[in-house]
């Protein structure tokens, strides 16, 4: 499947960005937006009360990722209701799309892929960020008009308002719109793409990269634990393996709070309830917990139930929607003590190393990778490369309502 579409469709794009950008003025534009989101990102001013904002969820010594199970919003008490996951590497997840697959009995079937927000209910990256601005249990801003008012007042209104017209930067749409494109385009930035993990130089030769237990490990990546099968080591959409293949399915991870009915939800298929995408692995020994709800808190606690879910289902307890549990891949995977040791101990040969050392030295922000290629030069490969998003095919189970009518207070 390709998810770099060149097609026409749905534009999902600031009105004052130009569509067509070249050479050194499209890279120019980048970058000022990419500084621009970068102020968005950490700035804790727009809220409702203020003192939320991105990075108040999206921890970066947690590989952009929350060290809770759930996030807490801006009004006292709320909370939401899953896991904020990575932004790492976000940037490179692709459009929510189906992909038909043909089957042994030679029966065609159409599979969810990509989308974000862990049940997939936005899009696009665009789409992705704008939710939490507006949702009451996040920033809880009331409108774009709210939003668009406190952004002109902002100590870096200056970089976002750069290239507009004043006419334009009266405009609260536009305004916030510019500002949607801002964090895409930061979240597009060479720091969250570094592929330096020791597992990308084992892939690429480097034998010493990992040790005899990761080894192992990796040997039960492949095999008995079945982890590549849906954390894929090869290059798919982008250059460097993503680590998964962002599809859906229902692990029957353990009840935590309301039902969340995930991928179902808004496709409104049955057999979909209760099924979220598949992470992508890089820095996962970093972002716990795990499981779209927060319900596990290690990593090896996650490789335990993967292995014995269904042989001791008193340990793990109730799950929302055990109707469409996958219990064929998962559940008894048959592997022995070590065997998990090894498996968790691959984990840690995931972890960017710019990650590591911005924790060591106690730095805000990753550094750039050496040999990181700038987003424009990389721009054909983003998703979003062009803003846009084709429409979805007509084809079942889907019957929901992806790309209108989607209710704001859908979190993460």
Request: aromatic share 8%; proline share 6%; hydrophobic share 30%.
């Given at each position: 499947m390709s998810w770099i579409s060149k097609g026409s469709g749905l534009l999902l794009v600031a009105a004052a960005l130009p569509l067509v950008v070249r050479g050194d003025d499209g890279s120019k534009q980048q970058a000022m937006l990419a500084a621009a989101g970068r102020e968005v990102f950490l700035d804790t001013g727009l809220s409702n009360p203020p003192g939320q904002g991105c990075a108040s969820c999206h921890a970066p010594e947690a590989a952009f990722a929350d060290p809770r199970p759930v996030s807490l919003g801006a009004i006292p008490g709320s909370v939401g209701r899953r896991n904020a996951t990575s932004l790492m590497y976000a940037a490179l997840i692709p459009n929510m799309d189906q992909e038909d697959m043909l089957q042994e009995d030679g029966t065609q079937e159409w599979v969810w892929q990509g989308g974000l927000f862990q049940d997939g209910s936005a899009r696009t990256l665009h789409e992705q960020v704008q939710r939490p601005f507006f949702d009451h249990a996040e920033v809880n801003v009331g409108s774009e008009t709210e939003l668009a008012g406190k952004l002109r007042k902002a100590n870096y209104a200056d970089k976002l308002k750069a290239g507009l017209s004043d006419e334009e930067w009266a405009d609260d749409a536009k305004v916030a719109q510019r500002t949607y494109r801002a964090l895409v385009e930061f979240l597009k930035e060479p720091m969250f793409r570094p592929f330096d993990a020791r597992i990308d130089d084992f892939?690429?030769?480097?034998?010493?990269?990992?040790?005899?237990?990761?080894?192992?490990?990796?040997?039960?990546?492949?095999?008995?634990?079945?982890?590549?099968?849906?954390?894929?080591?090869?290059?798919?959409?982008?250059?460097?393996?993503?680590?998964?293949?962002?599809?859906?399915?229902?692990?029957?991870?353990?009840?935590?709070?309301?039902?969340?009915?995930?991928?179902?939800?808004?496709?409104?298929?049955?057999?979909?309830?209760?099924?979220?995408?598949?992470?992508?692995?890089?820095?996962?020994?970093?972002?716990?917990?795990?499981?779209?709800?927060?319900?596990?808190?290690?990593?090896?606690?996650?490789?335990?139930?993967?292995?014995?879910?269904?042989?001791?289902?008193?340990r793990w307890g109730a799950t929302d929607y055990p109707e469409t549990v996958n219990r064929t891949d998962l559940g008894d995977l048959g592997m022995t003590d070590q065997e998990v040791t090894d498996l968790t101990a691959l984990m840690e040969a995931f972890t960017d190393r710019t990650l590591l050392q911005m924790r060591e030295r106690g730095e805000r922000f990753p550094a750039v990778a050496p040999g990181t290629p700038d987003s424009w030069k990389m721009r054909s490969y983003f998703p979003d490369w062009n803003h846009a998003a084709p429409p979805l095919p007509p084809h079942p189970p889907y019957r929901g309502h992806i790309l209108k009518n989607q209710p704001l207070s859908t979190s993460r």
């Open positions: 892939l690429a030769g480097d034998e010493k990269a990992l040790t005899d237990q990761e080894k192992r490990g990796l040997d039960l990546f492949k095999s008995k634990g079945k982890c590549a099968d849906c954390h894929f080591l090869h290059a798919t959409s982008w250059p460097q393996p993503l680590l998964s293949d962002f599809g859906y399915d229902n692990l029957g991870a353990p009840s935590r709070g309301d039902k969340d009915p995930g991928l179902g939800g808004h496709t409104l298929a049955d057999g979909e309830i209760g099924q979220f995408r598949a992470p992508g692995l890089r820095n996962v020994a970093l972002t716990a917990p795990y499981l779209h709800n927060g319900s596990l808190a290690t990593l090896r606690e996650v490789i335990e139930f993967y292995n014995r879910r269904d042989k001791e289902p008193e």
